[in-house]
């Protein structure tokens, strides 16, 4: 058989991904922050975009090349102009419930111990720590610099001195051993020493350290706290960590009042003291839905605008421009600009739509939290919502991307009301299953109320939880538990032991 080329056409169906429908995906999943600048940038690339209303007294002109969006018209009619599988109408009547005026604050506790991490909790009434939030306006080097000059013998050895300031890290640490040092500079290693001493004399107290126990011997030292006893409790910070008090009281020889009193000394030394002069890192979250309570015991739902600049097509510029194009090629760009300029609205005013609509039926779905607080927070998947609103799962992940919600309990992120569940029997169960933010929040709160002499095993959260009505095993009790950073019970008890030595 002959093989030959031969031409053959075939008609078939296959989904593209246009520019405009790709950007349209990226603006979706965008925060307001982001979409802030994408506008700012989109107002530079076509003078035919402008932000606000029309003009006091004008008439805006009418036609399909005009859109212009009114500042005193309602969101709906706004949003009206979009299109796409968002069109139907928002339906917020299903969340008009009543309104609980209670606080809703729960607890704030913190549990952090020496040489062991930390186990925080944080409720909705958690308030910033302002100290930290304040940016430091000397840097830890220049304020170690300050002092060279009065403290150093010659310029020698404030050379060698400034030269270690500048391998501090952040905490005041020296990680870099002292030979290095000496070997970079090539100076005799005695004199990198005292270098090195030099600087861990200045303030602040624990600077120039190269690990935890020189850190807080230095401040001891300058405290004239650091006696045998002391020296023997933070050459054994390991021994703290694990609580083994019994152990540090045969090292140190002493009886339980004299250790209680170096344990509060241990804990009034600052483990990382280049943190306070170190620029604070916390960034504020901006929200970009607002959710109120309105005077029907409903939800006022609501897009933050602070940060989204309302966008408009400059009728008047482009009538000016066309008269002035009288080649065919500056027409066409003027025609593109156009277009991408009514594109970008339509996209902008649709992107609003469906976020307050999948914010509208979170709100109906989580009503209980927004009520009564995290324990009425139930489990949600990204489905249900998005059979609720008739759009597609992908389209609702997309949107509580990066999103964050405002309400009287605090700022959430919109995937924070996305949680799995347990099932729940009994009372109140109404046949639906608890959501781990609720399962994590009661057995905090049963931790929280422990005593030294009544620490709870995981087997006894199991039952104590499963008497409430919530079907746990002991092994998912202890999956929660280290979810939430809370350490086993006889971590637990130890802690609560030296606590109490306080």
């Known amino acids: 058989m002959a093989l030959g080329p031969r031409l053959d056409l075939r008609q078939s169906q296959s989904l593209v991904m246009t520019p405009q429908l790709q950007q349209a995906i990226k603006l979706l999943a965008a925060s307001n922050l982001e979409i802030e600048s994408f506008i700012a940038e989109a107002l530079e690339a076509n003078p035919l975009l402008d932000t606000g209303g029309p003009a006091d007294g004008a008439e805006p002109e009418r036609g399909e090349e005009s859109v212009v969006l009114p500042e005193d018209a309602p969101a709906d009619q706004l949003m009206a102009l979009g299109g796409g599988e968002g069109d139907a109408p928002l339906d917020l009547a299903s969340v008009d419930r009543d309104w609980d005026t209670g606080d809703g604050a729960g607890s704030n506790s913190r549990d952090a111990e020496w040489g062991a991490a930390a186990s925080n909790g944080t409720d909705f009434s958690d308030m910033p720590d302002w100290e930290q939030l304040r940016a430091a306006e000397v840097t830890l080097a220049e304020h170690l610099e300050s002092q060279i000059g009065a403290a150093a013998n010659d310029s020698r050895s404030a050379f060698i001195a400034r030269h270690i300031i500048g391998l501090l890290d ?28 030099l600087v861990q004399s200045l303030d602040p107290s624990g600077v120039g350290a190269r690990n935890l126990a020189e850190c807080i011997a230095i401040q001891a030292r300058e405290a004239d706290r650091y006696d045998p006893c002391m020296a023997a409790l933070i050459a054994n910070l390991e021994l703290v960590a694990r609580g083994e008090v019994e152990r540090l009281k045969r090292l140190c020889r002493v009886d339980d009042e004299d250790f209680a009193d170096m344990l509060r000394e241990l804990r009034s030394y600052d483990p990382k003291p280049g943190l306070a002069f170190a620029p604070s890192a916390t960034s504020t979250v901006v929200p970009d839905i607002l959710i109120t309570a309105n005077t029907a015991g409903g939800w006022d739902i609501a897009l933050n605008e602070e940060t989204l600049p309302k966008l408009i097509v400059n009728r008047g510029y482009f009538l000016e421009l066309t008269g002035g194009a009288a080649d065919k090629s500056s027409q066409g760009w003027l025609k593109e600009k156009l277009a991408d300029a009514h594109w970008l609205i339509r996209a902008l005013d649709q992107r609003q739509k469906t976020i307050l609509k999948t914010a509208a ?112 095993a002991r092994r998912t009790v202890a999956k929660y538990r280290e979810a939430i950073g809370l350490g086993s019970s006889a971590e637990r008890r130890r802690a609560k032991k030296l606590a109490g030595l306080r």
Request: some cysteine; overall charge negative.
């Open 361 to 472: 039926e979170i709100v109906k779905q989580q009503d209980g939290f927004f009520r009564r607080g995290v324990a009425e927070l139930r489990p949600l998947t990204l489905r249900e919502v998005a059979e609720q609103i008739e759009m597609h799962e992908s389209t609702v992940s997309r949107v509580t991307s990066n999103k964050y919600l405002a309400c009287a309990r605090g700022t959430f992120e919109l995937k924070y009301f996305f949680t799995s569940g347990v099932a729940r029997f009994g009372e109140g169960a109404n046949g639906e299953g608890a959501s781990s933010a609720t399962i994590k929040a009661r057995i905090k709160a049963l931790i929280d109320a422990e005593t030294v002499k009544n620490i709870l095993s995981d087997q006894q959260l199991a039952e104590m939880l499963q008497k409430e009505g919530f079907d746990l």
């Open 170 to 197: 952040d905490a005041g640490y020296l990680a870099t051993p002292i030979e290095d040092v000496a070997g970079d500079l090539g100076v005799d290693l005695f004199e990198a020493e005292a270098a090195l001493a």
